[in-house]
T-cell receptor
């Protein structure tokens, strides 16, 4: 059974800081890995999707990496802004999408 | 495209009542997913459809839950009878094959 763990559970940083969110998974037989953002009381917004054959994806200030063999992914956020404050969820796609519990990020101005 | 559309956005009902949640996926997407999110259990997949056919309903908690997809542009999740422990946010998502999943805004269900 696939298990997805996200570390840290919560993170508070000053504006402008670069940060890394971590995701680990137990079964490396995956099709892809997706990072989402969820604002309080809202739905999920897809940020990046990495196919199993890829090592990383970039979108603006976001960079996600994938090391399938070790069961790890990281989401790097450069020059963080208060608007980045949200919960970030990692989801691994094997025979179905399995989500981690998320990292609650707060960027202080 | 308007994205995935869900209705209602909020539902408050009494225990024992029937609840029907609705979803319109993104046009052209052939996979549709129903999820439930709670503080205790996080996001859980309840059921997903591929080309309107239910593929995996192993996440449906009990027989009180049922889901249908009569056509490519509409799906329902029904709870009958509802119980207080069903209170959660229910999300619908759609995708094209195994590509990115796009989520709707969710339906916040409260069963009193």
């Amino acid at each position: 059974k696939q298990e997805v763990t996200q570390i840290p559970a919560a993170l508070s940083v000053p504006e402008g800081e670069n940060l890394v969110l971590n995701c680990s998974f137990t079964d490396s037989a995956i099709y892809n890995l997706q990072w989402f953002r969820q604002d309080p009381g809202k739905g999920l917004t897809s940020l990046l999707l990495i196919q199993s054959s890829q090592r990383e994806q970039t979108s603006g200030r976001l960079n996600a990496s994938l090391d399938k063999s070790s069961g790890r992914s990281t989401l790097y956020i450069a020059a963080s802004q208060p608007g980045d404050s949200a919960t970030y969820l990692c989801a691994v796609h094997g025979n179905k999408l399995v989500f981690g519990a998320g990292t609650i990020l707060r960027v202080k101005s | 495209d308007a994205g995935v559309i869900q209705s209602p956005r909020h539902e408050v009902t009494e225990m024992g009542q029937e609840v029907t949640l609705r979803c319109k996926p993104i046009s052209g997407h052939n996979s549709l997913f129903w999820y439930r999110q709670t503080m205790m259990r996080g996001l859980e997949l309840l059921i997903y459809f591929n080309n309107n056919v239910p593929i995996d309903d192993s996440g449906m908690p009990e027989d009180r839950f049922s889901a249908k997809m009569p056509n490519a542009s509409f799906s329902t999740l029904k709870i009958q009878p509802s119980e207080p422990r069903d209170s959660a946010v229910y999300f619908c998502a759609s995708s094209l094959l195994d590509h990115e999943q796009y989520f709707g805004p969710g339906t916040r269900l409260t069963v009193t």
